[in-house]
Structure formats: structure tokens, C-alpha cells
């Protein structure tokens, strides 16, 4: 009957527009799901670039010298009065150092003290951080940070940075970028040393040696300086 043949048609009428506005709706979440997987993919490929590049380095630019305000907190270990005038050895002998260091526990208790006092700061402000989910916010802030507070411990302290430099298991890129300059950017010492030590090595002043030198070091590191100079 055509009542029925309505019904019927009514019905298969329902099915075919339910059918077409399901099948309308998967494209588009088909497509909004392959989105957000592009855009993750993309992500994760700027995020190795930005490990491939602090790790060659490429970041660092020529002028990223640390701060001429930033001074190493070095330890004077002839500033404490013994009696006997005992030397610190100049080669690894673990025995010998402990003997020194264990005459001189005000000094050992100076530097312990330098050491929380400088790093104290820096860690309640990376906890700050991680309490209040801004870590990777201020991931560049506390890079910095993190290099200024290693340079200013020292060569020993540096020498631990600049193997940390090459470990993106453990830091971001950006702080991968910071301990990329401790290798050759770090507060130089001053030059009137430098080249006392040139002269005590080669046994002539460097005017005399070089017919040209510069008079600033290009370049600073852990335990030792550049200077470009021509024979």
C-alpha cells in the first residue's frame, strides 16, 4: 500500500542519510587524526635537529663569550696557615691529595661552602619549576643559568660541563648549547700571565718570537686560553 511503500521508503530514506552523514564524518576525523600525528612527527623532527645541532655545535655563535662580570669563585688554598709548606700535587696521585686536603679542613669547608652557596639558587629554582610545570618554559632561563654556575666553580667544574655538552640523554638542547660554550668560552685569565707563560715555556718574551700576536685570547677554556699569533 502506498502507506506502506512510504514507510518503507521513509525508512530506507533515513538509512542513506544517516549512512552519507557517518560517512561525511569519518574523512574529517581521519583527516584531523592524521593532523595531529603530522604535527607530532614535525615536532619530534625539530627536536632532533635541535639535539643534531647542539651537538655539532652550531648554535654557538662567535660573540657568545661569558660575561666579563662573571668571576670564577677559586679557592686560594695558601690562604690557610700551616705549618709545614707542603705543595699540592701537580700529578694524580689520590692518596697524595687526600693527605693535602685532609691538613686543611677550614678549606675544604670554604669550598663546600662556595659550592652550596652558588648551586644552592639555581636547584630551588629548577624545583621551583618542575612544582609549578614550567620546565620547559624556562628551559633557556635556567641554561644559563646552569652555565654561569659552572663556570664560576671553576676549571674543575667546567671540565664536568663540557662533558655533559655531548649527553642529550641527560640535558635539553638548549642546555646543551650553554655547556657547548664552556669549550672555548669561558672568562678568560689575564693576559699579562698568559704571556709570562709563553716566555717561561720558550724562554723569550713573545714580542720577540711572533711578528704578530693578539692581544686579547680568541678563545678560553677549562685550563688554558688561544691566542692567534703569526712566527
Given at each position: ?19 552519507n552523514a557517518f560517512t561525511n564524518r569519518v574523512p574529517h576525523t581521519r583527516r584531523h587524526g592524521v593532523l595531529v600525528k603530522a604535527t607530532a612527527t614535525q ?90 610545570g614550567k620546565l620547559e618554559q624556562n628551559d633557556l632561563k635556567r641554561a644559563i643559568q646552569l652555565r654561569n654556575m659552572i663556570t664560576s666553580l671553576g676549571p ?76
Open positions: 500500500p502506498p502507506s506502506a511503500f512510504r514507510c518503507r521508503s521513509g525508512r530506507r530514506a533515513h538509512k542513506v542519510r544517516h549512512t615536532q619530534d623532527q625539530e627536536k632532533l635537529e635541535s639535539y643534531m645541532n647542539a651537538l655539532r655545535g652550531q648554535d654557538v655563535n662567535e660573540d657568545d663569550f661569558a660575561s666579563s662580570d662573571l668571576k670564577m669563585n677559586l679557592l686560594d688554598s695558601d690562604s690557610v696557615n700551616l705549618q709545614d709548606s707542603e705543595a699540592l700535587p701537580k700529578t694524580y696521585d689520590p692518596e697524595a691529595i687526600e693527605k693535602y686536603w685532609a691538613k686543611r679542613p677550614l678549606a675544604v669547608a670554604k669550598r663546600v661552602g662556595q659550592i652550596l652557596s652558588v648551586s644552592g639558587g639555581f636547584l630551588l629554582s629548577v624545583a621551583f619549576d618542575m612544582a609549578t674543575a667544574y667546567i671540565k664536568l660541563g663540557q662533558a655533559l655538552s655531548i649527553r642529550p640523554d641527560l640535558l635539553s638542547p638548549a642546555a646543551m648549547n650553554e655547556m657547548q660554550k664552556l669549550c672555548d668560552k669561558v672568562p678568560a685569565f689575564p693576559n699579562d700571565i698568559a704571556m709570562q707563560c709563553i716566555e717561561d715555556e720558550l724562554g723569550a718574551p713573545p714580542s720577540e718570537l711572533y711578528s704578530t700576536l693578539t692581544s686579547d685570547p680568541i678563545a678560553a677554556a677549562s685550563l688554558g686560553q688561544v691566542y692567534k699569533g703569526t712566527l
